[in-house]
């Protein structure tokens, strides 16, 4: 008989999407500008509602925001965010939406003062993912140091949406914190995964 494979408590229960988000990306290190961008964007929207509502409209916002292209969302009319608070695959609030497309012409605005976003976001960590070693699900933080000084810079530059607890999830989510938990069989892989940066 095979052995379960063990996982983050989190990612089990609530559908096959979840489980393969937890697998294959949470807790990855992002590297590239796009992948940030759209993050940024989802976890923005997921702001009240669960994560699980967010995965099932990824399609959706890949669809309405020119597949996380930052240029094209920056350029979106009053008109365009108008026709996409139409479509029942995004989360249809008025100020998320505007955000995005706010918050594409702020991080514009970020690459080239950085020279890419990444070079911006993973100075906050110094270049290298936080190894938190987690060992229960109350351990969690929703919040750190780091998340609090990014809040504050982004919200200087004109970000929205960008809170430290959203931006702790973002960290989470492209792997510039590895949150894990030890004995989850991701844990070890993304700590090889952040050595390679």
């Known amino acids: 008989m095979s052995k379960k494979v063990k996982r983050c408590k989190w990612s089990e229960g609530v559908g096959l999407a979840y489980i393969e988000y937890h697998d294959t990306e949470w807790g990855v290190p992002v590297t590239d500008d796009r992948t940030q961008f759209e993050f940024l964007i989802l976890e923005g929207a997921q702001a009240g509602l669960s ?36 479509d029942p695959g995004v989360v249809r609030n008025r100020l998320k939406v505007q955000s995005a497309v706010s918050n594409a012409r702020a991080f514009l605005s970020v690459q ?18 936080k190894q938190n070693r987690l060992r229960r699900d109350d ?9 609090d000084a990014m809040s504050k810079d982004m919200k200087k530059r004109g970000f929205r949406f960008v809170g430290s607890t959203i ?19 991701r844990y070890k892989e993304c700590v090889a995964l952040g050595k390679k940066l």
Request: glycine content about 4%; charged content about 30%; overall charge negative.
């Open 51 to 86: 994560w699980s509502t967010i995965l099932n409209k990824r399609e959706g916002y890949r669809k309405n925001f020119a597949d996380f292209d930052p240029e094209k969302v920056a350029r979106f009319t009053e008109k365009r965010i108008a026709k996409i608070l139409l």
């Open 112 to 129: 080239e003062e950085f020279d890419g976003f990444c070079n911006y976001i993973w100075d906050f960590v110094d270049g290298k993912p």
């Open 139 to 147: 351990d969690y933080p929703v919040t750190s140091k780091e998340s």
């Open 167 to 185: 931006l702790y999830a973002h960290m989470q989510a492209t792997g510039l914190v590895n949150d894990h938990l030890t004995d989850c069989f």
